[in-house]
């Protein structure tokens, strides 16, 4: 090669590098939600509120839960109908979802709250058994609809001290009455790309947290370099604290 031609080369790849980085630092106004398994989306309203009042537009994700390439798919379809940059936000089983979602160029960062936060080739019930094992509340029992395959849920007399111990214990009840069934096989899947390899990941450790163990989380969130929030909350942060989890997620935003 001239050295014209490597001047050339290295020209390119100076423009390409500082395009790249003005691209990675533009402030993102979507933000796509995504949640966790047993509730639905109805959940994040107060979320939905602070994040809307400060000037973000805000879509939350409903995934059916039935398997994760369905509820990754279900997610690709809400972020092609953002413009981005868009923060991409995952509570729970949905930590899975948004690690191999968020490689859609338009993700520009990750948000994990109280989530999964697997590794390529990892799946979200081998990461819930390398620490504490799920809550003996959780109970697996055919889908009534099904005529195959088993569905997760939380026996509703144990879900407020075992999923929501800080929220009030109407709404708690309200949530125990309500599950979306999670189904075995999307437990069972491991994902085929891990987004927060390539993309800042921001999280949101709940101390207090009986479903996903803290010690869970700490490793997984060192383990990625992920930019790590404590919070003295049960796995229902999203609900008891939506103020501090807007903030994370505004902070991924910059």
């Known amino acids: 090669m001239s050295i014209l031609a490597k001047s050339f080369a290295v020209a390119l790849m100076v423009a390409a590098s500082g395009t790249i980085a003005h691209a990675d630092s533009t402030p993102a106004k979507d933000i796509v939600i995504v949640h966790g398994a ?13 994040l809307s009042k400060d000037g973000f ?8 839960l039935t398997g994760l390439a369905e509820d990754v798919d279900a997610t690709k379809r809400i972020l092609d109908q953002q413009t981005g940059p868009v923060v991409l936000v995952g509570h729970s089983y949905a930590g899975s979802v948004i ?18 936060q697997p590794d390529v080739g990892e799946a ?26 088993k569905y997760f849920f939380m ?20 949530l125990a ?8 096989k999307a437990l069972a899947a491991p994902v085929s790309v891990a987004a927060w390899k390539t993309k800042p990941s921001f999280a949101i450790l709940t101390t207090q947290d009986h479903v996903v163990s ?13 930019k790590v929030t404590e919070v003295a909350g049960s796995h ?12 994370v997620i505004e902070d991924a935003a910059k």
């Open 57 to 64: 537009h805000v879509t939350i994700v409903q995934e059916p």
């Open 99 to 116: 690690t191999e979602a968020g490689a859609d160029p338009k993700v520009s960062a990750l948000v994990y709250v109280a989530a999964l």
């Open 155 to 174: 026996q509703p007399a144990q879900f407020a001290a075992t999923y929501a111990q800080d929220v009030p214990a109407s709404d708690a009840q309200f």
């Open 124 to 149: 979200s019930g081998q990461l819930l058994t390398k620490f504490a094992a799920p809550n003996d509340a959780m109970r697996a029992t055919p889908a009534p609809a099904a005529t195959t395959g």
């Open 38 to 50: 047993l509730v639905d989306g109805s959940g994040w309203r107060a979320v939905y509120d602070i």
């Open 236 to 247: 229902a942060v999203f609900i008891s604290q939506p103020a501090a989890v807007a903030g």
């Open 214 to 226: 803290p010690e869970l989380q700490r490793w997984m969130y060192q383990r990625s370099g992920a």
């Open 177 to 184: 009455d309500s599950q979306q069934q999670l189904a075995e």
